[in-house]
């Protein structure tokens, strides 16, 4: 597989274009005061399907053949690549079925099945991969990788080319990590614009495949995580190790409490909901990390899709004292 170009990133925000929702950016003087920077909140979680996953499964269905009669879709996903390709599926007239391994956010899943998609429950992970073969073969389908596809990568570098378009000359980005799909789109786009950004990989102590696999130039497989952040527990493919090791500029590793604490804080302060996943990227800069401070920075706020069945009784206890 060759490593997508921002050539192949321009050619998926054309194609999302009156599809993808451009989503909106936020400031806030509070975030600002406490990180002691300047923070610009790229905010995914208003993507349609809830998540940023909606351009690259969207952009990677209208890439295959169109020939009648048109062939099933399959992916492997915890919740949001799925959905991305339940709805794009939807859209563009397909069949999609959606592998989900136990246990399975029933926010996500009530979601594929809303936008017509079959959920097929894998009791592991190790399961899940073995039937996302066999329904491939089986339905003479094509298999949608969530992260380690030249397409995804190209349609979820479509959120970095639009906070770059909106907002000029930042000096760092901070985006969260599991396949690395996004932060490979990510870089491609960022330093296609800006060769000077700098670009950070979050990570939860819980789940943290993609430090170590950077580091030791192999994918280290995401064995036992141990995470809220449930969307960051897959480990890196080929594709997005080889892109990350070329452009990241270093990781920010975070624990639990401080992922409740970010997601507390854009709750009662921003006003918005975010998933775990989306609020590891924000934790750098609630902790002001002195790499960020007096810097120009951007977050991509992933998701917000969450089980408040879940997330509510920890954001209901008091946050952690300094």
Known sequence: MAIPTFTDICEAANRLKGVAHITP????????????AQV?????????????????????????????????VVALSSGNHAQ?????????????????????????????EGYGGHVHPAQDPHRAEDLAQELTQA???????AFNDPDVIAGQGTATLELLQGVDNLDALLAPVGGGGLLSGAALAGHAINPRLALYACEPAGALDAFYSVQENRVVPQNNPHTLAEG???????????????????????????????????????????????????????RRESLLEGKKVGVILTGGNVDWAVVGPLLAKPPRVC
């Not at 950016?25 to 002691?36: C, E, I, M, W």
């Not at 794009?88 to 594929?112: D, F, Q, S, T, Y």
């Not at 960051?232 to 639990?256: M, Q, Y």
């Open 40 to 72: 610009f909140l790229k905010c995914e979680n208003f993507q349609r399907v809830g998540a940023f996953k909606f351009r690259g499964a969207y952009y990677a269905v209208s890439r295959l053949p169109t020939d009648p009669p048109l062939c099933p």
């Open 25 to 36: 950016v936020l400031t806030s003087r509070q975030l600002n005061a406490r990180a002691g």
């Open 139 to 145: 339905s003479h389908g094509h298999f949608i990788h």
């Open 84 to 112: 991305g390709v339940a709805l794009a599926c939807a859209l563009l007239g397909r069949e999609a079925h959606l592998v989900m391994p136990e246990p399975i956010n029933p926010v996500k899943r009530a979601a594929v």
């Open 232 to 286: 960051l527990k897959t480990s890196l493919g080929s594709l997005t190790l080889a892109i990350l090791r070329a452009h990241l500029s270093g990781f920010f590793v975070v624990d639990e409490s401080e992922i409740v604490e970010a997601m507390r804080f854009t709750y009662e302060r921003l006003k918005i909901v975010i998933e775990p996943a989306s609020a590891v990227a924000l934790v750098p800069l609630l």
